[in-house]
């Protein structure tokens, strides 16, 4: 089976490390609520350096992080505070609004430190676009492994394993790691499925995949990932959803009007801070990279 469409990713240089943006994109905004799919590293950050997201605001979503190498500080408007490290994914729920910053372990910032992982956006279905905001991070994933293959469930159910992780539409998504001679079925109940090279080498159904590359799989048909030298997969998908969403900067809503609503906002200084990095934030841009309009 050859993938449905094929997204190769945009490409940003942030210097110490680059990040691979494949959703959304001009061809296609989502898979499932994935709206937002960004893939990092893998780099050293040196000495002296370090990654600094200051404050910044959302609406509308879920963001999901998950690092491979490296370790991450965030805190979040609701007093939240989590140092996100390889085998813990954090959901922040953003909902009606919320401020967060992710920035690199003090620590570390002395010090060469690795960077490598993924950060996704999960649109919010119809009806809780405005929930409350929140936050979880779970370290107690179900691991699914035989002799050359593992997958790690990060949110939703997966080869009959389930993750503890909120899921607020119906949602998959897993890192899966590969053995020379690795091969793993992928589930096809999701309506919308994608998988995602990013490190080694892997085929879905004999088909090799490019690095960093989102292949989007045909709905409802069987699919089979192998690696003949070894690879990590992410798999993602789950629900279509029927409202068109808008993606502007940080912001994601289905009514552009609660978009604006929020840019103006954020720019009268409206949103709540963030405890314990209240001196910084991001300025609203004129033209920001994440536009799906």
């Not at 993924?118 to 002799?147: K, R, S």
């Not at 990932?225 to 798999?235: C, F, I, K, P």
């Not at 963030?274 to 300025?283: A, H, K, L, M």
């Given at each position: ?14 210097g110490a490390f680059k990040v691979r943006r494949v959703l959304p994109s001009p061809g296609r905004i989502m ?263």
């Open positions: 089976m050859n993938p449905q469409a094929t997204i190769r990713p945009v490409t940003h240089d942030l898979v499932g609520p994935f709206i937002f799919v960004d893939q990092f590293g893998p780099a050293v950050i040196p000495a002296g350096q370090s990654m600094d997201v200051r404050p910044h605001p959302h609406i509308g979503l879920a963001t999901v992080t998950w690092l491979f190498e490296g370790a991450i500080d965030h805190r979040d408007s609701l007093g939240s505070f989590a140092t996100i490290r390889p085998g813990q994914v954090n959901l922040m729920t953003a909902g009606a609004g919320i401020v967060h910053s992710e920035r690199g372990l003090p620590a570390q910032r002395d010090l060469p430190k690795p960077i490598y992982g993924m950060q996704t956006w999960l649109a919010l279905p119809d009806g809780q676009e405005d929930i409350a905001p929140a936050f979880e991070a779970h370290a107690d994933l179900p691991l699914v492994e035989d002799a050359c293959a593992s997958a790690r469930v990060i949110m939703g159910s997966l080869w009959g394993k389930r993750a503890p992780t909120t899921c607020h539409a119906e949602t998959i998504y897993a890192e899966i790691l590969l053995a020379p001679g690795g091969s793993i079925p992928v589930d096809a109940e999701a309506d919308e499925r994608a998988v995602m090279l990013v490190g080694g080498a892997a085929s879905i159904d004999g088909q090799p995949l490019e690095l960093y590359t989102l292949a989007v799989l045909a709905p409802g048909a069987a699919a089979r990932l192998d690696s003949a030298e070894g690879g990590r997969v992410m798999l993602l998908g789950g629900e279509a959803f029927r409202t068109p969403r808008h993606v502007w900067w940080n912001f994601v809503h289905s009514s552009r009007e609660r978009i604006a609503q929020a840019k103006a906002d954020w720019s009268a200084g409206r949103f709540p801070k963030v405890p314990g990095d209240e001196e910084e934030f991001i300025p609203i841009p004129s033209v920001p990279l994440t536009n799906s309009d």
